[in-house]
């Protein structure tokens, strides 16, 4: 699945990309985001046999991926970028491998190559073990699309950013797990400041951040962990420069106008759950079980 919106070339040299691949993916689907840039006919024109989404108008990546995984019908869905791929010609046929031997994985996320041979970080190369993950890419990553039905799935209200940790912590708390394993990887035409965590992009997942605290985190932990995110998130902007200190108020009343949305969303997890899920993004764990003696030691 992609989602895609006025970048018709890079969906075009990546769907050419992914119909070389054997064997094929058993469906190919596009959700093109209010495109204004003829997206859509190169699709039809150039890709007959993928299926096609289209918002009428621009209604974000969050839930545009929500619908396209609502409309497949793999057990396996793969997910990627308009400029992302696989390199391994047989990938399809080494991930139903993959998921076998991650049985209780919902999610697994991949190592991506990107233009300066550089990856997302130095804990998911190629040569890093496979390791449990607080949050995945979905520009390289595959979900067990019955999985993604059963529980309460991306919350389309965020419009852009930071779905894939709250799902992953949806999939915790439900017994899953989100794992990284090395031995596929995603070929990433990442444009660095054009498609990273920009100032027009950094207020969506600061906000959206804040609105899963106040979705999945208990009571009493709640208040603290909401402070704590604000504050790292303005301590990140000042980092940045005054260009971006300047404008953490803008984000922090979006946020407050969320607020009534996210208490109707609000399905609390256990804080075990909850606290362990937090320390995985500083200290990946290998298996299961050691996540299990986390959540001991925070009970």
Known sequence: MIATRNRREELRRTLGKLFELQPAADEILICADGCTDGTSEMVRQGFPSCILLENDSARGSVLSRDRLLRAASGDIVLSLDDDSYPLDRDFFAKLQHVFDQHADAAVITFPE???????AGPTKLPSSPAHLVS???????????ETYLRLDGYPIFFEHAYEEPDYALQCYAAGYTVCFDPR???????LGSQNGNT???YPLN?????????????????????????????????????????REPIWWWSAFLGIPTCLRHRSPIEWRIYYA????????????SQLLEKTKTAA
């Open 113 to 119: 190559l990107r233009d300066d041979g550089a990856s």
């Open 135 to 145: 949050a995945y890419p979905n520009c390289a990553a595959a979900m067990r699309r």
């Open 184 to 190: 596929l990887i995603i070929r990433h035409r990442y």
């Open 199 to 201: 100032l027009h992009r």
């Open 206 to 246: 600061a906000r959206n951040e804040l609105w899963s605290v106040l979705m999945r985190c208990p009571f009493p932990y709640l208040i603290p962990v909401a402070l704590f995110r604000i504050w790292r998130q303005f301590r990140y902007a000042c980092s940045k420069g005054p260009a971006w200190a300047i």
């Open 277 to 288: 899920w937090m320390k995985l993004a500083r200290q990946p764990l290998s298996s299961e």
